[in-house]
């Protein structure tokens, strides 16, 4: 009995040992692009799995076993053999799948922004398996109540216990099946909203401080000198606090900044470089520009269902649609700090950046999918001539 006891131990020892190994390597093959082709490569359907489906599947029977994992590493008695049988199921089904629907989710089918995304989760699975795993014993006993029951960073040596392990990774696996079930539109809505959100965040930002009063009149003159110190002290207070926050970590310098934000003087009552007719013109047009957003969503995206079309064209052709809707509130947020800072110039520079964007995305949707016009190109014409405006 000891014998066997013995042998099934060793055995599950090369079994973990064997599964460590594969999921290093998968993960490394998920993280490598593959080198892109010369031409693109045609399109077919026939008999090619569906990568979402095939992600799906596989995460659901990953959490699965891992539940199954679980429970035997922490309950009596302790029995390597089935645990073994439970990893052996992974190794030859459910691992290999997930990593093969990351490799059939290319970019030149379902787009960068898919392809990236189902990517990285997978790889989040891959992980937090990779740390479940680990924690199987090797001594024939089940998990100490210490191993067992840490929380998050609270176990021997800041590591968690087994029970948070399986959590982390049930909410993985779970992140993958949200992912697959949204589909490909789905997924590419639902980017397009983050950013439309950070769009209107940075647009109440804008608002909100141009609705503050700047100094009075009367003050201005006599407070010219003072402005230019405190400016002085302001300068100096933040390349000092940059100093240190290089040091003390990215929490003290979001603070810094924070502080040396709402330090910054408001639009003055004479507003000799027109910055409030600037800062209306810039709502008025990041108000079009959430509508933009908006319509890119419904008139756009909607309507191209849970897989990717079969032209070949659109993929490349949302790919830039993605990355400049991605770039806009990015910008936005630069212009924002030009506001703050009363620099007309920058102001000017930083808008033409955004609304020559909000122009190319207009122009990339101008067109049905199917190349014919519609009413959102009506809208679009609109929409342009509005964003060309002085």
């Excluded at 006891?5 to 190994?21: G, H, P």
């Excluded at 709402?262 to 639009?267: A, D």
């Excluded at 620099?343 to 930083?350: A, H, K, T």
């Excluded at 950046?353 to 014409?381: H, I, M, P, T, Y």
Aim: net charge negative; proline share 5%.
């Amino acid at each position: 009995m000891a014998s066997t006891s013995a042998s099934a131990l060793a055995t599950l020892e090369t079994v973990v040992s064997n599964a460590l190994t594969l999921i290093a390597q998968l993960e490394t093959a998920i993280t490598t692009p593959p080198p892109a082709p010369s031409t693109p490569p045609r399109t077919t359907t026939t008999n090619t799995p569906d990568p979402l489906l095939l992600a799906h599947d596989s995460a659901t029977l990953i959490k699965a076993h891992s539940t199954k994992i679980s429970l035997l590493i922490i309950n009596s008695p302790f029995t390597p053999s089935a645990i073994t049988t439970v990893l052996r199921e992974l190794l030859t089904g459910p691992l290999p799948a997930l990593a093969s629907s990351v490799q059939l989710c290319t970019a030149a089918r379902y787009t960068t922004t898919i392809s990236t995304d189902l990517s990285w989760r997978c790889v989040r699975v891959l992980k937090e398996l990779t740390e479940l795993i680990s924690k199987i014993p090797k001594d024939g006993k089940i998990l100490t109540d210490e191993k067992k029951n840490a929380s998050l960073g609270g176990g021997a040596g800041g590591g968690k216990g087994s029970i948070a392990a399986t959590a982390v990774l049930w909410a993985a696996c779970d992140e993958v099946v949200g992912f697959a079930k949204r589909g490909f539109a789905g997924n590419l809505m639902g980017k397009v909203e983050e950013f439309r959100d950070t769009l209107k965040d940075v647009m109440e930002e804008l608002r909100e401080w141009g609705e503050e009063e700047g100094s009075d009149d009367e003050d201005e003159d006599e407070e010219d000198d003072d402005d230019e110190d405190d400016d002085d002290v302001v300068v100096e207070g933040v390349t000092e606090g940059l100093k240190n926050a290089t040091l003390e970590g990215t929490d003290n310098t979001q603070a810094m900044l924070d502080e040396w934000m709402s330090s910054q003087r408001h639009i003055p009552r004479d507003d000799p470089d027109k910055i409030r007719e600037r800062l209306e013109s810039c709502l008025r047009k990041l108000r079009l520009m959430t509508l933009l957003y908006q319509a890119t969503v419904k008139r756009r995206l909607k309507i191209l269902g849970q897989q990717p079309p079969e032209d070949s064209t659109i993929p490349g052709r949302l790919d830039e649609v993605m990355t400049l809707l991605k770039r806009i509130p990015d910008r936005f947020s630069n212009v924002a700090l030009a506001f703050y800072e009363l620099d007309p110039v920058e102001i000017d520079r930083l808008m033409d950046q955004c609304f020559f964007d909000a122009f190319a995305v207009s122009e990339l949707l101008f067109l049905q999918w199917d190349g014919q016009k519609d009413e959102f190109s009506d809208w679009a014409l609109k929409f342009q001539v509005e964003i060309k405006k002085a």
